[in-house]
């Protein structure tokens, strides 16, 4: 049977519980003879495996940071980040039922009115809330995503114990100042993600500024959508699964649509979909993508923009000092560390990841020493973590491009990332300059 969303001072209770039971296991771990690997993989397997059980009984920002985190699972202990990702599916339907309540208090008796039925059985189910299939009384077909009841309330309260959780396991190198600019880029992104009537301004944004061949958005029933209840055309494709046992010419044209969309939603919309897991993308056999939920989305200063800009061509013309200067406009690299102590670290990054995206004509998305390469370079430069800082600005920014990387390995494509990365800069920079 679907659990029914717990109450607030369950959610706490559960969330200081996890963080007792991982102290307890960072102590034991210290206190246990032996560091290898699997001691480590034991160690972070229980931890994760404690923390999915617990984010995803909770829904909301909880189990939404779970997420979160699992799409760095590049950089997570990787029997931690294994864990983490089956939070990607872990949610569970609530009975409509026990969604009435709500539904009554968001709709008035004219606005329900326009609803003709609502299935009972959810199409699909994620942190914040559920999507049920849904008729209009003038016979429109419609999908309705309705918030969990009390997790728009518990933002604050669940980040409180995430940040003690993520604290105690001693999972990211940060101090409290780095922490707090993180903690409040993910709280300003989930307070929006559980207002709807935010993903509603979202949505017709990026119908407004963000549309492009190839990429296809719902359309929202503005009248009937409210700050816990959205209602939108219903737009259907076929899942990634599916999706990558198409044809290499079809699933290229995907690609290309998906890389286009990042590079013009983030440099000329300045407005990035930062909810990049699988089950929010669906494929046409046209070559259209469609994209779902706009709960998410990262509007990125002009400033950062142009900084994200001058670094890139920084890193085109291997000019690693300029990119170190961009990072500390950003303040994303301590002040007062030297250049010269992370110049082999900038050349090696750069050459292995934007220097190979221009290296050739095409980028093979489905080789995967791409990746495994960026993996030993950190390992190798694993001393120098504390000397970086996540820019809060680019947190969600880097989750999209994260997700973005795992579609296109998923899709098994090849795009033509040169000609796309060096037009897109010629463009913007003539933009900026008119």
Not at 121 to 137: E, N, P
Not at 261 to 273: D, G, K, M, T
Not at 304 to 326: E, I, K, N, Y
Not at 425 to 430: A, D, G, K, P, S
Request: glycine share 6%; net charge negative.
């Amino acid at each position: 049977m679907p659990a029914r969303p717990p109450s607030p001072t369950s959610r706490t209770l559960k969330l200081f519980g996890a963080g007792a039971r991982t102290l307890g296991r960072v102590v034991l771990q210290k206190l246990t003879p032996g560091d290898d690997a699997d001691s480590q993989a034991r160690h972070w397997g229980a931890v994760g495996a404690d923390w999915v059980r617990t984010l995803a009984s909770l829904r909301g920002a909880a189990m939404k940071l779970g997420q979160l985190a699992s799409q760095y699972g590049d950089l997570l202990p990787p029997a931690l980040a294994d864990q983490l990702r089956l939070l990607q599916r872990a949610a569970v339907p609530v009975p409509l039922a026990d969604l009435q309540a709500l539904i009554d208090t968001q709709w008035s008796a004219a606005q329900r009115a326009q609803v003709a039925r609502i299935e009972p059985v959810a199409l699909a189910a994620a942190s914040i809330g559920q999507v049920h299939r849904a008729t209009l009384a003038d016979g429109r077909a419609v999908v309705v995503k309705i918030r969990y009841p009390g997790v728009k309330e518990a933002v604050d309260a669940d980040l409180v114990q995430l940040r003690r959780l993520i604290t105690l396991s001693k999972l990211l190198p940060l101090d409290d100042a780095a922490m707090d600019r993180l903690m409040d880029e993910v709280r300003a992104r989930f307070a929006e993600e559980t207002d709807y009537s935010r993903e509603l301004e979202h949505l017709q944004a990026m119908h407004q500024y963000a549309s492009l061949p190839g990429i296809v958005y719902a359309t929202p029933e503005t009248a009937l959508c409210t700050d816990g209840l959205i209602v939108m055309s219903e737009e259907p494709g076929e899942p990634l699964e599916q999706a990558r046992l198409a044809l290499p010419a079809l699933r290229e044209q995907w690609a290309l649509h998906l890389c286009q969309w990042f590079v013009h939603s983030l440099f000329f919309a300045r407005a990035v979909h930062a909810d990049p897991h699988a089950g929010n993308f669906a494929f046409r056999s046209d070559g259209h993508v469609v994209v779902y939920d706009m709960g998410c989305v990262k509007r990125v200063p002009a400033a950062t923009v142009a900084q994200v800009a001058r670094m890139l061509r920084a890193a085109l013309a291997q000019d690693w000092s300029g990119v170190h200067d961009c990072l500390r406009a950003l303040d994303g690299v301590d002040p007062a560390v030297d250049f010269d102590e992370l110049q082999e670290l900038y050349a090696e990054f750069g050459t292995l990841s934007l220097g190979r995206m221009v290296e050739h004509d095409t980028v093979d998305f489905g080789q995967p020493h791409f990746i495994d390469d960026l993996r030993a370079a950190g390992r190798r430069h694993i001393r120098y973590t504390f000397k970086f800082t996540p820019v809060s600005d680019l947190v969600f920014v880097m989750r999209e491009l994260s997700g973005l990387y795992w579609l296109l390995r998923t899709l098994d494509a090849r795009v033509p990332l040169r000609a796309l990365i060096l037009d897109t800069l010629h463009r913007y920079e003539q933009a900026a300059a008119a």
